[in-house]
């Protein structure tokens, strides 16, 4: 073993050489638990976060299994596998997150962001576990948050060079997506003349100008446009040089592909007829697009396959209101473990689930001292955290052992 | 019908579309290699007996779904897994060795629901887990989420 006698030879104190002498490493495989490693870790990936956390302390094996990347990445599919989602509402300063799986949504837990100045930040987009927030009152000031696991990174936007000398242009659209080759998270912020992504393992912005379109600035009173996460892509619609999530026949689907860093356009789909109203949203992990007929008091469900092809989920019918004012009005959250739609509604604050084999629409009022900005949220492992930490100790009792 | 035997040299017949739920069984007589009895001598007969009511039960899993009798199924899922410690952990070992994916799916979520919500302690003594932290680790890794520690719903018992 060349390697340890000149570790060995190294003239280094004491401590951290005896540490390096003794270290082993420790996997899953030396677990002396009753059941064999791989349906320790079937039975593990079914746990929620809090639970984890807790168990890293029951051994060394488990400890290190639970903190590898191996397993957050195995969990976090699971968790979209089982549809293991809370609704994330927001009131005041105060995040609330509900248990969908309930009929009543009931309250699982109350979080006041942990820095000051986000207290009463905006939830820009989600992406599994992760959410973006951003400082009302800071234009550059962005947190990327896992409530889950409580744990955040405040990153800032690219200094804006194009415009030296003019106000700093404004966010047009945004988005968040994970980028499966390298278990990275991007945030993407599009402004009028070039687009920036940060890489969550970089901690760095690149900025682009080959944005495919132009897009004209936001007049006030505009919203900005945060874009639908599917895998690997975030999605958004460009209608007469903005960008919005409504799709009919005049607009165009754009988004950003993780792989190619880029904006790129993608045809909308044949049954986006004339006088058609539809909406972007993520239904399954997979982009979907809900309305119809303006006029019909129902509308469609259609998802995209992993292979770009269209196709019809659900139908939901007997709506109170015509299609578009419901599509407008609704926002389209997700689907729930059983199939269950959930949406949002405007402006009060209101969830509207709806049941497809009952054919049942039924709503529930959460609270009513606030406008809850309502998103589904996943319990995910992922760490929007720098990894500084865990560098002390632990020298002091390996020389013991 | 394939004759079963189990550890304890008990022997049971069960209908072939049944026992084909089995993966290994499966491939044992597509090879031809299950001309009279299957020896399992990693399973006992009372595991055996609560597996084979389970495949038997989900013979017809795929007719449920078009007759209407997947709440049936559900209901007769919720009280299968309806067992003590032990016993679940003894189906698992045998729904894992015989590959019924279904059933190891179903036992491993059962598992993972009892587990949920215990302390570190009692899972450590349900699974028989030697704690080989030492108490500056297991403190560190308490400082970092404290909060995951602290809880109403967190239950010391063992069962």
């Not at chain 1, 689907?253 to 539809?278: A, C, H, Q, R």
């Amino acid at each position: 073993m060349p390697k340890k006698k000149l570790l060995t030879s190294i003239n280094t104190p004491n401590r951290s050489k005896k540490k390096k002498l003794h270290k082993r490493k420790v996997t899953f495989e030396d677990d002396t638990s009753i059941f064999p490693s791989e349906i320790l870790l079937n039975i593990l990936t079914r746990l929620p976060v809090k639970s984890l956390l807790r168990f890293k302390s029951v051994s060394k094996p488990w400890n290190v299994m639970i903190s590898s990347n191996e397993f957050k990445k195995s969990h976090r599919d699971q968790s979209k596998a089982l549809g293991r989602e809370k609704l994330l509402l927001q009131s005041r300063n105060v995040f609330e997150f509900r248990d969908l799986e309930s009929s009543l949504l009931d309250l699982m837990e109350n979080q006041q962001f942990p820095l000051k100045k986000f207290q009463r930040a905006e939830v820009w987009c989600l992406c599994d576990g992760l959410v973006l927030l951003r400082n009302p009152r800071a234009y550059k000031n962005y947190v990327l948050w896992n409530p889950s696991t409580r744990e955040y990174r405040a990153i800032s936007c690219p200094d804006n060079h194009l415009n030296y000398n003019e106000e700093p242009q404004r966010v047009r659209a945004c988005g968040l997506c994970y980028d499966s080759s390298v278990g990275d998270y991007k945030v993407i912020l599009i402004y009028d003349l070039f687009y920036a992504v940060y890489s969550l393992i970089r901690d760095s912005w690149t900025t682009k100008t080959s944005f495919p379109c132009p897009v004209l600035p936001l007049l006030p009173g505009d919203l900005i446009s945060f874009g639908i996460s599917t895998a690997g892509c975030v999605f958004w619609s460009l209608i007469n040089g903005k960008i919005q999530l409504f799709v009919d026949r005049a607009s165009t689907i754009i988004y950003f592909d993780v792989k190619s860093d880029g904006v790129k356009n993608l045809s909308t789909p044949d049954f986006v007829g004339e006088n058609n109203f539809f909406y972007l949203a993520s239904v399954k992990g997979c982009l979907s697009l809900y309305g119809g007929r303006i006029e019909s008091k129902e509308f469609n469900i259609w998802i995209m396959e992993q292979d770009g092809s269209w196709k019809w989920l659900m139908n939901i019918c007997n709506l109170p209101y015509i299609c578009k004012t419901f599509v407008q009005d609704r926002e389209l959250l997700g689907c729930t473990r059983n199939g269950d739609i959930v949406s949002q509604g405007w402006p009060c604050c209101r969830i509207f689930i709806y049941y497809p084999r009952q054919q049942l629409l039924t709503e529930t009022e959460l609270s009513s001292k606030d406008l809850p900005i309502a998103s589904l949220c996943l319990d995910s492992l992922y760490s929007p955290s720098l990894n500084v930490k865990h560098k002390r100790k632990r020298q002091s009792d390996m020389m013991f052992n | 019908m394939v004759k079963l035997k189990s550890n304890d040299d008990k022997e049971f017949e069960v209908e072939e579309a049944a026992v084909i739920q089995s993966e290994m069984i499966k491939n044992m007589i597509e090879d031809g290699c299950a001309t009279s009895v299957i020896p399992l001598p990693n399973i006992d007969s009372k595991t055996l007996i609560k597996v084979i009511e389970y495949l038997n039960k989900h013979i017809n899993m795929g007719k449920a779904a078009e007759t209407g009798e997947e709440d049936d199924l559900k209901e007769f899922d919720e009280q299968f897994v309806n067992m003590g410690w032990e016993e679940l952990f003894d189906v698992i070992m045998a729904a894992n060795y015989l590959n019924i994916h279904e059933l190891m799916e179903l036992c491993c979520q059962s598992a993972a629901d009892r587990l949920k919500n215990k302390s570190v302690r009692a899972v450590r003594e349900m699974l028989k887990i030697t704690n080989d932290l030492t108490e500056e680790e297991e403190q560190e890794i308490i400082n970092d989420a404290p909060w995951a520690f602290e809880g109403p719903e967190i239950d010391d018992t063992v069962n």
